[in-house]
């Protein structure tokens, strides 16, 4: 029996080129595929229908197959006229991350090292798919060749009438950490970068945890918890999120310190931190404590959820 379905197609364009990253998200798939049922996990990771590949002058290019999904967290919060998500939107999208990497970390060994509300999206009802392909229809999109090829003019698309639950995505920047090797590779975006990454020390499911807990405070607050911009380089720079985050945290344990390959290039060899912005960071501090007297309830609102 066949089975008719609105299905979304990822398209990698130069898969010969992408390489590992595309077989490092099949394997994650495959992983996903052969975890309990019964986790729930399986549900707020997104899954792999099919694949197959198509052969163009150019090449060979794999396409994955999905459930379709609407709409990222990211985007869904630029919606919000004051620029953050609200309380019970973060309560519930906290709840089905912590899923998704109990299954990834527990069950699939797999650390996923880009988690950002760019990567968690929601899925619409398939009304809105229904609506489309009628209109399609009955009203063909204009179109013309170029190159042998065909262009398409964009169609709008209707407003769902419901949101499903929140689904964790994108696997190619995952790591399997069950190979009985050290990982010490360069992972995670910039803002959302765990201390142990900035200093090049042998790092474990643990910076996944790292970039949840900034990623929620800028969902929350709607803006980044750390910047990492160097005001001397215009750019982000490893010494100005280091700084941001002692600001904060206080220095890091001499147990890390001796693990980091870069310990010399951001400290002494008594454990403090090479001179830098001091001013920037007295500044960074007060701006933090004002921000922490907006937000007092954003600590009674985690507690709540640790204890549910």
């Given at each position: 029996n066949?089975?008719?379905?609105h299905v979304a197609l990822k ?6 080129l992408l ?11 495959r992983r996903?595929a052969?975890?309990p049922e ?14 197959f590949?198509v052969?163009?002058p150019?090449?060979?290019h ?19 006229p004051?620029g953050r998500?609200?309380?019970?939107v ?7 991350l ?8 527990n069950e ?7 988690i ?8 619409a009802?398939?009304s809105i798919?229904?609506?489309f ?10 179109m013309?060749e170029?190159?042998g090829g065909?262009i398409y003019?964009?169609?709008e698309?209707g407003?769902?009438r419901a949101f499903?639950a929140?689904v964790?995505?994108?696997?190619g ?27 090049d ?8 945890i790292?970039?949840v807990g ?5 969902a929350?607050?709607?803006e980044?918890?750390?910047t990492g911009h160097?005001?001397e380089?215009?750019?982000y720079?490893g010494?100005a ?8 945290l ?14 010399s290039?951001?400290f002494s060899?008594e454990g403090?931190?090479?001179p830098?912005?001091e001013?920037?960071?007295r500044?960074?501090?007060v701006k ?8 007092n309830s954003?600590?009674?609102?985690l ?6």
């Amino acid at each position: 029996n066949r089975q008719c379905q609105h299905v979304a197609l990822k398209l990698y364009i130069q898969s010969a080129l992408l390489g590992s990253e595309l077989d490092t998200e099949f394997e994650v798939y495959r992983r996903i595929a052969e975890s309990p049922e019964s986790h729930p996990g399986r549900s707020a990771l997104r899954s792999l229908l099919d694949s197959f590949e198509v052969e163009t002058p150019e090449g060979k290019h794999r396409c994955l197959v999905h459930i379709p999904l609407w709409e990222s967290m990211l985007s869904f919060k630029h919606r919000n006229p004051v620029g953050r998500l609200p309380q019970p939107v973060i309560a519930f999208m906290l709840k089905r991350l912590f899923h998704a990497l109990d299954l990834l970390h527990n069950e699939c060994h797999v650390a996923h090292t880009d988690i950002k509300e760019a990567n968690i999206l929601l899925p619409a009802d398939s009304s809105i798919m229904t609506q489309f392909e009628k209109e399609e229809l009955e009203h063909p999109s204009p179109m013309k060749e170029v190159d042998g090829g065909f262009i398409y003019l964009s169609r709008e698309m209707g407003i769902p009438r419901a949101f499903g639950a929140p689904v964790l995505c994108d696997f190619g920047s995952a790591v399997s950490l069950d190979d009985g090797s050290e990982h010490r590779e360069d992972i995670q975006p910039n803002f959302y970068r765990a201390p142990e990454v900035i200093l090049d020390i042998p790092w474990t499911y643990k910076v996944d945890i790292w970039n949840v807990g900034c990623m929620i405070w800028d969902a929350f607050q709607g803006e980044h918890l750390f910047t990492g911009h160097d005001s001397e380089h215009n750019t982000y720079r490893g010494r100005a999120h280091l700084s941001e985050i002692i600001a904060l945290l206080g220095p890091p344990p001499p147990s890390l310190l001796a693990q980091a390959n870069l310990r010399s290039k951001f400290f002494s060899d008594e454990g403090n931190m090479h001179p830098y912005r001091e001013w920037s960071l007295r500044m960074y501090f007060v701006k933090l404590i004002l921000q922490i007297s907006k937000v007092n309830s954003l600590p009674v609102f985690l507690y709540r959820i640790h204890i549910r």
